[in-house]
Nanobody, 125 residues
């Protein structure tokens, strides 16, 4: 069992930046692949980015590649999502997810076992 708590969301103008954090508690953080998903109103939850257990490999959705960066600090039990060049279409609730087995953009949201409560990101035009 692992508990995930996100923070760092907010309101930002287009072109701005935000950094989301997700702190994990429970079993050994380095045992988990971590990911960020997002869900806009009326839309399905979609993959944003993922990072493998030791932080050596990452994968991104095409829509955020080159603008977002996922990273992790296993000593702090934390995964980050640095979001630059934000666009109004990035507006969504952002969720942190964890699982011991899945890695890569091919895995849908329901493949992940553990979820945070979400943090709202709103980008104004």
């Amino acid at each position: 069992q692992v508990l995930l708590v996100e923070s760092g969301g907010g309101l930002v103008q287009a072109g701005g930046s935000l950094r989301l954090s997700c702190v994990a508690s429970g079993r050994t953080f380095s045992s988990y692949v971590m990911a960020w998903f997002r869900q806009a109103p009326g839309k399905e939850r979609e993959f944003v980015a993922t990072i493998n257990k030791n932080g050596g490999s990452t994968d991104y959705a095409d829509s955020v590649k080159g603008r977002f960066t996922i990273s992790r600090d296993n000593a702090k039990n934390t995964v980050y999502l640095q979001m630059n060049g934000l666009k109004p279409e990035d507006t969504a609730v952002y969720y942190c997810a964890a699982d011991v087995a899945v890695y890569g953009r091919i895995y849908p949201w329901h493949a992940y076992a553990y979820w945070g409560q979400g943090t709202q990101v709103t980008v104004s035009s």
